[in-house]
């Protein structure tokens, strides 16, 4: 299983951002998807996750401005950013929890990270 996380750069204070990521391998099922973060000094944290449902979870810190969404048919979750600002600067990492083919139990799968730079 392998997760392909796209559309970090660098963006000023207020700006938008979309990042993207898609599962692909031998899955059976994938349950929960969402991204986290790491500031450079500081442990990763959970961002935004979705269920397989729909359901959401945010950070209180990007509620109202980051929304999370996904397409199962294509494997694929989403981040919106809007308002961004430079605490919001980190490697952003996806995570999805995979259940293969011909397995019963999800395991963590993660993407490579995508830097996202707010900066003027």
């Known amino acids: 299983v392998q997760l392909q996380a796209f559309g970090g750069g660098l963006v000023q204070p207020g700006g938008s951002l979309r990042l993207s990521c898609t599962a692909s391998?031998?899955?059976?099922?994938?349950?929960?998807m969402g991204w986290y973060r790491q500031a450079q000094g500081k442990q990763r944290e959970l961002v935004a996750r979705?269920?397989?449902?729909?359901?959401?979870e945010y950070a209180n810190s990007v509620k109202g401005r980051f929304t999370v969404s996904r397409d199962n048919a294509k494997k694929t979750v989403y981040l919106q950013m809007n308002s961004l600002n430079p605490e919001d600067t980190a490697v952003y990492y996806c995570?999805?929890?995979?259940?293969?083919?011909?397995?019963?139990?999800?395991?963590?799968?993660w993407g490579q990270g995508t830097q996202v730079t707010v900066s003027s």
């Open positions: 995570r999805a929890d995979v259940i293969i083919r011909g397995g019963y139990v999800p395991s963590g799968y």
């Open positions: 391998g031998s899955i059976f099922s994938i349950n929960d």
């Open positions: 979705i269920s397989s449902g729909g359901n959401t």
